[in-house]
């Protein structure tokens, strides 16, 4: 018997958030294990990369990396060593369709030490308000 439209949708979503999981899980990984510990070499105690994307096409604007005291670290040795490689994971941990429609803006925080990830972000959308007005003449 093949399986209602609910069904379908229902596996598909479940295989969806499987994949998402394992993608998200992957992404841990690499900084866990590759990023971080060349991070925590170069003397980086941050890392923030300011994403914007709108109408479909969105991306990561730039990456920041900073000492213990939030100074700049000398980006000639830091970036060539760490990009795409931290480029590419930090994409994994934006929101699904931060590119979508009027978009979304934000930015993605590694705190090196603590081993943490924070996102902030902010969605954008077009409102309309409607109104009525009726004059007498």
Same mark, same amino acid.
């Given at each position: 018997?093949?399986?209602?439209?609910?069904?379908?949708?229902?596996?598909?979503?479940?295989?969806?958030?499987?994949?998402?999981?394992?993608?998200?899980?992957?992404?841990?990984?690499?900084?866990?294990?590759?990023?971080?510990?060349?991070?925590?070499?170069?003397?980086?105690?941050?890392?923030?990369?300011?994403?914007?994307?709108?109408?479909?096409?969105?991306?990561?604007?730039?990456?920041?990396?900073?000492?213990?005291?939030?100074?700049?670290?000398?980006?000639?040795?830091?970036?060539?060593?760490?990009?795409? @490689?931290?480029?590419? $994971?930090?994409? =994994?941990?934006?929101?699904?369709?931060? &590119?979508?429609?009027?978009?979304? #803006?934000?930015?993605?925080?590694?705190?090196? @030490?603590?081993?943490? $990830?924070?996102? =902030?972000?902010?969605?954008?959308?077009? &409102?309309?308000?409607?109104?009525? #007005?009726?004059?007498?003449?």
């Amino acid at each position: 018997m093949a399986p209602t439209d609910h069904e379908y949708l229902e596996q598909f979503m479940a295989q969806y958030r499987q994949q998402e999981v394992a993608r998200l899980d992957t992404a841990k990984d690499r900084l866990k294990t590759e990023i971080i510990p060349r991070l925590k070499q170069w003397g980086v105690a941050k890392v923030k990369a300011e994403y914007s994307g709108y109408g479909d096409s969105g991306c990561i604007d730039g990456i920041t990396y900073l000492d213990a005291h939030d100074q700049p670290v000398n980006m000639a040795i830091v970036e060539p060593a760490s990009n795409p @490689a931290i480029e590419d $994971v930090l994409y =994994e941990f934006l929101p699904a369709g931060f &590119e979508i429609d009027d978009g979304s #803006q934000g930015t993605l925080t590694i705190d090196v @030490a603590a081993g943490t $990830v924070s996102l =902030e972000h902010g969605e954008n959308y077009t &409102e309309t308000r409607n109104s009525t #007005q009726e004059f007498t003449l």
